[in-house]
């Protein structure tokens, strides 16, 4: 994701080409509550059993680094399906690409105000596992992935809203919440039957999704009247269109001197929220080899900032951008042995823009 998409000013870019496996998919059911006051509720603070947390003082180790995607274009957000050790990617789709079923190719500009992604299934090594390719889903800002003894369940934005830029630009965003199963080879709508749609209550756009596999919870990053917040929930009772939040707290807007408010992910473990901001090296002020990428802990129960430190991880890539966060448990026997992920976009070389990824963790609880 590019440093347009931000705390309070969102947005994207890119081109390239890609081949496309054969399609397959089946009616859309849709678990809408957006007329359903009832379920507009929150909850008191205190609601989250407290757990350790992250220290981001941590030092960060690397997972992967600089691996190619299915798509040329930078790595939007990322997240695991621990049980079977894969790691999926989202980006926004490459100019120039025709789908099968599309008149002709569209460009990178076309791709993103129709809300176009391409997901990409790997490996924990970086090899590529499948593709798939999402039209009409939105900026693939924060993505999770659901394990289940039947596959992985991708939970996404869906039903792109095409919104003009200050700059002029065009993107899509999402405007509900959609659960599918990964299919390698597939293309989807917002309308295929192969994925359920949930929504929130009626006003709410700018809807993105991560997931705790530890605790069994989803977190909603949404805009509401205008305003950033996140809302917690316990995942079965989400899925049955239950919509009492255990936690809701507004998108915090202190920042240390020298940080800055672009917003590039976000997951959650335990009791705390996690927030990843930052810059491209040469952007909004960040400088290699510190740049201004921090992170920021969130107590669910207060609303408040526990701690928020920079990270230079992945310092020494070109270009570094931030992008996406997620919770790794290597070892699904060990579920309290869990990484927190960042994501990081480069280039490929200085004379190469195709894009690459890198995911760089830290692991101390506290």
Known sequence: MLDRRQLLRLAGVGVGAAAVPAIAIASTRLVDRASDTDHRETTTPGAVTATKRFDLDDGSDVLLREIGLAGTRVLQSFAFDNAS???????LMDGGLRLPGESRAY??????????????????????????????FGHGVQIGVESTSSGSFLW?????????????TVDGWGSRLARFKFANGTILTPDSPALTQHSLESGVDRTTVALDPVHSRLTVRCRVGGVFRYRLYDLAAFKSGGRTALADVAQPTDLQPGY????????????????????????????APDGNTFITCVDWNTGGIVEQKPTKAGYSLLYREPEGMAIQVPDPAAPQA?????????????????????????????
């Open 85 to 91: 050790g894969h790691l999926f990617t989202v980006q």
């Open 156 to 168: 996404t934005e869906t039903k792109a809203v095409p919104t003009t830029n200050t700059d002029g």
């Open 338 to 366: 869990v990484r927190l992920c960042s994501g990081f976009g480069s280039v490929t070389s200085a004379t190469d823009s195709r894009k690459k990824a890198s995911i760089y963790y830290k692991d101390l609880l506290i």
């Open 260 to 287: 800055t408010d672009v917003f590039q992910g976000f997951t959650t473990f335990g009791s705390y929220l996690y927030l990843l901001a930052g810059s491209q090296y040469g952007a909004n002020g960040s400088v």
């Open 107 to 136: 460009s990178g500009a076309e791709r993103d105000a129709n809300g176009d992604l391409c997901l990409t299934r790997l490996d924990t090594s970086g090899r590529i596992l499948g593709t798939m390719y999402l039209r009409g």
